[in-house]
T-cell receptor
Framework: GAVVSQHPSWVICKSGTSVKIECRSL??????MFWYRQFPKQSLMLMAT?????????EQGVEKDKFLINHASLTLSTLTVTSAHPEDSSFYIC???????????????FGPGTRLTVL | GESVGLHLPTLSVQEGDNSIINCAYS??????FIWYKQESGKGPQFIID?????DKRQGQRVTVLLNKTVKHLSLQIAATQPGDSAVYFC???????????FGAGTRLFVKA
């Protein structure tokens, strides 16, 4: 099956610093990638949809200047948490999909997640 | 706003018994539904999916039932095993789009 990786798997940073998380599709080209955040014991909340070569579409309530998303290639999307604060501590998960697969419209493949802790 | 929700936040079953996890959705325009399993500290893992033109789909030890009349999904796990212990999410995908909306999740405990 399709494999999506994330790097780093966990990161601890000081308040006020920026953190970049990478999401890669390893064996397929992902025209669309999604970024989710998940707080403990809660569900995944969609943050933004990222299409290769264009600006990301952010969900209501998600600050685009706070969470910078870049999808520069068909296998890589990055999420940068700028000026991180303790309330940004969360589990960030990406997923990737490719509409070129027959009958796979809507299927997503998830990365393993990145645990961000802001001190 | 529109959401996908679950009736039970936790479910405890005896090993070997069958498990049923329920989910309600509110968007009648959704045409694709997925069940995911998430273990602690990991990303969601696809279990089974179903499209709105079906009402039942079976996989290995799992069955998904879709009742569009009452906007209800269920996941049935046969002969539940300790390895099935995890949080299970239902998710919906809106027609014509790729955005997947997750429900609240149910934690399944399997007692040995």
């Amino acid at each position: 099956g399709a494999v999506v990786s994330q790097h780093p798997s966990w990161v601890i940073c000081k308040s006020g610093t920026s953190v970049k998380i990478e999401c890669r599709s390893l064996d397929f080209q992902a025209t669309t990638m999604f970024w989710y955040r998940q707080f403990p014991k809660q569900s995944l909340m969609l943050m933004a949809t990222s299409n290769e070569g264009s600006k990301a579409t952010y969900e209501q309530g998600v600050e685009k200047d706070k969470f910078l998303i870049n999808h520069a290639s068909l296998t890589l999307s990055t999420l940068t948490v700028t000026s991180a604060h303790p309330e940004d501590s969360s589990f960030y998960i990406c997923s990737a999909s490719s509409p070129s697969w027959e009958g796979t419209a809507g299927e997503q493949f998830f990365g393993p997640g990145t645990r961000l802790t802001v001190l | 706003g529109e959401s996908v929700g679950l009736h039970l936040p936790t479910l405890s079953v005896q090993e070997g018994d069958n498990s049923i996890i329920n989910c309600a959705y509110s968007n009648s325009a959704s045409d694709y539904f997925i069940w995911y399993k998430q273990e602690s500290g990991k990303g969601p893992q696809f279990i089974i999916d179903i499209r709105s033109n079906m009402d039942k789909r079976q996989g290995q030890r799992v069955t998904v039932l879709l009742n569009k009349t009452v906007k209800h999904l269920s996941l049935q796990i046969a002969a539940t095993q300790p390895g099935d212990s995890a949080v299970y999410f239902c998710a919906e995908n809106k027609a014509g789009g790729f955005k997947t909306i997750f429900g609240a999740g149910t934690r399944l405990f399997v007692k040995a």
